[in-house]
Each structure stands twice: as C-alpha cells, then as structure tokens.
C-alpha cells in the first residue's frame, strides 16, 4: 500500500469518525497505523513448494523416474496429459526464484528434496551430481539470508523401489535417504521436514487410486501403506536426529482434516477436538501419540495394520514442531452418535476458489492449530503451507490483479493471528505457493502462485498478491 493510500484512507476513517462521533487513535497522517492484528516478533514469513511441481529437468544429472513422472505419463491421469518433464525449469532457473523470495523480503523458503535425484534407484548409491543441486539452492538461500526449510519427501518416491509403499522396506530407504542428505546438508539446513501429507501419498495413491501410482487395495492393504508412511517419518525422524551435524529442529508436514465447529459453543467446540483426534488417527494421531487409539483400531477390526515391536515407538518420535497444511474447513457439530460428531457437508452455495475443493473457511486455520495445540501441546507449529488457486488472468496493462486471493490469504492470516495472539505457539507461516507450478491431476490448469508463471516461457511475473505479501512481511501484520 503506497502512502498516498494509506494517507486517503486515514482522510476518510477520520471523517466517517466525525460523522460517528466516535474518536479514533491519533495516527499522523502518512505513518503507518499500528495494526491490531500484528505478529510477534520473530514470526517467520516464507512461500513453499515441492520438487516435482516446479523443478522440471527430469533426465537432467542422473535422475531416474519417480511413480509420478510414470503417472503424469499414462494417458487420462491427468488433465490433458500434462506431467512436469519441464514445470517451472525450477532446475535451472532457482536463482530467479530465489530472487523473487527476496524481493518479497521472505525469511524462509520451504522447498522439498527429490528423492530419485539424490537415490536415481530408491537405495544402493547415491547421485552426488543430485545432491549438487540442492548445495546449490541452499548456497543460494543463504546468500540472501533466507532460511531452508527442507522437506525431503514430497511424492516423487523413486519407482524403482519394488513395492513402493506397499513395501515396509520403502520406509527404510527412506530412513536412509534422509541420513544421507543430513549429513550433506545439515552443517547448513537446521530445518526438516520428513514428509509431507501422509494421507495423500497412500489413500489417494493405493486406496482411491487417485494419485501415483494409482492402486485400488483392499482395506487391509491399504492400512498396510498408511502404516509404512507413518513408520517412514517415524524412522526418519530418527535418521535425521542420528546423522545431524550440529542442532536440527525435525518436523514433518501434515494436513490433518480440519474439523471447524459449526458454531463455536462448547459442545460443537468440544466436537471439534475429538474430530480431529479420531478423523485422523492413523496419521497425525498415530504421530502425535505413537500409538494408534481404539476406536480406529476397533474400527478396521481384521484389517488394522500389522505393527511389528518398536514401530509405534518410532512413529511416535518427538517432534520439534509440527508443520500443518490448511487449505479449507470440515465443519462439524455434537450429535448424539457412540462417536460423539456429525460432519456437516457443505451446501451448493458455499463459497470455493478456483479448485473447488477449497471452500473459503478462514476459521479453519485458527482451529487447526487451537485443536493440535489443546490436544498434544507441540513445542512449535508451522502453517507449512496455506494458498488457493484463482483463475488469474493479464488485465490490458499486463497487471495480474488476483484481489481474491488477497481476500483468501487476508482472511486466513486475520484467523491465524486470532491464533497467535491467544498465545499458541505457532512460529511461522508458508504461502502456498511462490509461483504456479504443475498442480498434480489438474496439471497447469490451476494456478496457485503469488508469481504468475508463462510455461510457454518460463517467465515469472508477480501478481497483486506478491505486492500485498510483501508488505504483510514488511509490516509484520495484516494489511
Ligand atoms: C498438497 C500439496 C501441494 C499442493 C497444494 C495445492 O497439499 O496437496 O502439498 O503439493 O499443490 O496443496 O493443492
């Protein structure tokens, strides 16, 4: 916001007041007004994103094939057959996007590893020219005193591992491919996240069937993968403390569904919190209290998962923060149920974004972390990622003027500091995403980006939202 604005909307608060009669703060006209809804000192404010959606350079340097490449590639997965072979050629152009990162004045930037550049076959011998790379992003983040935050798997699984996450030995090249890296990196990266979104890269993948490598399994199988995904952070977390060279902060990206009371009385409240804990128990339940609770258990009956001695110890690992990923609300209510809740669906007219799977729920970020912090009391949290798509499109003067994804993200970050100002612990925020990239099954065809990106040309423009982010890190608050 320039000061002409700033000034203008102070000329015309000051005459609405007069009207009023009522007084406003004394606020010299062309300062900034202190906002009621600033951060505390010290939060963290950055952008986030995943190899395979904007790195392209998929033969590049000894990468070999992850079940994603193998996926996008088979005909009528993904809309009109769209894959990142080349996405935002991240690969090669990262110095731009680091330059954008600093141009937001971004402290931290949340970017994932790919596993098949760093282990081209799952396990066996690491691709040194792979790790090159990320030495390089790393040096490069530094350079302009941005902190990496790394997460080192974000769905690119390498296909040549047998079985993929049907494989409990998946979970332990996946230990070993984080200790790896831990000891290249940690001398400079003292942020990890294992993995990202539990429940997307098993139901959706071996259960729907949605997503790579798009299997159908019967329950018991596919609990079976959801407990070799949980059990791969586990042993992760365990991996990346073992290997550190110097204090690491270990975390892991979760999104939990985001159970919103209907309304906030202490029954739906109360509704809320058991939601969360049991709508997502074999995932950050299981995490969060290494152990998995009864009514999931009594739930899958024959088909729970076979847990062998020390698995739940290990999945249990303490966490130095927990990362969440929010997108949207699942509002419930108390109901009189055994199970105690009621998930209310959405009417027609709910109100979504581009994708229309992200109903705007702003509450629901407040209530995400209020719930994880009330029910397991992390050290720390994250909002890891938080964003939406819009259809965003070049105004004649070549401006990208996407007010509604400044309406979304002011939204939420107003509910995200109705967090912070109750003092929960949360210490930083990622806006999903930088800069549009490959949006898994809807290809290009979604743009999440504060960057608007050509992929004809791989050229990078900021959006209205870039100019609105910037000041929200300037200022430290909403604007
Ligand atoms: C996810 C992933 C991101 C998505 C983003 C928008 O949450 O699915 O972490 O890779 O692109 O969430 O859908």
């Not at 930037?109 to 799952?122: C, E, K, N, V």
Request: proline content about 6%; charged content about 20%.
């Amino acid at each position: 916001m320039s000061n002409i604005t700033r000034r203008q909307f102070g000329k015309a608060a000051a005459a609405a007041a007069a009207l009023s009669g009522v007084s406003l703060p004394q606020i010299a006209f062309g300062q900034t007004p202190a906002s009621d809804l600033a951060y505390p000192t010290g939060f963290l404010w950055g952008c986030a994103t995943a190899a395979y959606q904007i790195e392209g350079a998929v033969h590049a340097d000894g990468r070999k094939p992850s079940i994603w490449d193998i996926f996008a590639h088979t005909p009528g997965k993904t809309y009109h057959g769209e894959t990142g072979d080349v996405a935002d050629d991240s690969y090669h152009l990262y110095k731009e996007d680091i330059a954008l990162l600093h141009n937001l004045g971004a402290q931290t930037y949340r970017f994932s590893i790919a596993w098949p550049r760093i282990f081209p076959d799952g396990a066996g011998q690491p691709n040194p020219q792979g790790l090159d790379y990320y030495q390089r992003v790393v040096d490069e983040l530094l350079a302009h005193n941005i902190t990496p935050y790394v997460t080192l798997f974000h769905w690119d699984l390498p296909a040549a591992l047998p079985g993929g996450w049907q494989s409990r030995d998946t979970a332990k090249a996946f230990a070993d491919y984080a200790a790896y890296v831990t000891r290249h990196l940690s001398d400079r990266v003292h942020h990890f996240m294992t993995t990202n979104e539990i429940v997307c890269f098993t139901d959706l993948g071996y259960l729907t069937g949605r997503f790579a490598p798009g299997l159908k399994l019967p329950r018991a199988q596919a609990n079976q993968v959801r407990h070799h995904g949980v059990l791969a952070h586990g042993l992760g977390v365990q991996a990346i403390r073992a290997n550190a060279r110097g204090p690491v902060q270990v975390g892991l990206a979760e999104n939990p569904t985001d159970f919103v009371p209907v309304i906030e009385t202490p029954e739906h409240i109360q509704a809320s919190r058991r939601a969360m804990r049991e709508g997502n128990a074999p995932f950050l339940t299981a995490i969060m209290e290494g152990r998995y609770i009864e009514s999931y258990l009594e739930r899958e009956g024959k088909n729970a998962p076979r847990v062998e001695p020390g698995d739940m110890k290990a999945i249990g690992s303490k966490l130095d923060f927990v990362g969440l990923n929010v997108y949207t609300p699942t509002y419930v209510r108390a109901d009189s149920s055994p199970q105690g809740y009621a998930v209310v669906q959405p009417q027609a007219s709910f109100p979504h974004m581009a994708s229309d799977w992200i109903h705007v729920g702003p509450e629901s970020i407040y209530w995400a972390v209020h719930n994880v912090c009330e029910l397991w009391h992390p050290q720390a949290v994250y909002i890891t990622e938080n964003g939406c798509s819009a259809d965003d499109v070049f105004r004649p003067d070549g401006r990208i003027e996407d007010t509604d994804r400044i309406m979304y993200l002011r939204n939420y970050l107003s509910q995200l500091h109705r967090a912070t100002s109750e003092g929960y612990p949360v210490k930083g925020y990622f806006l999903w995403s930088l800069l549009d990239n490959f949006e898994w099954l809807d290809g290009y065809s979604k743009r999440f980006g504060i960057h608007y990106v050509d992929f004809k040309t791989e050229k990078r423009t900021p959006k209205l939202s870039a100019e609105w982010y910037r000041e929200v890190i300037a200022h430290n608050a909403v604007v």
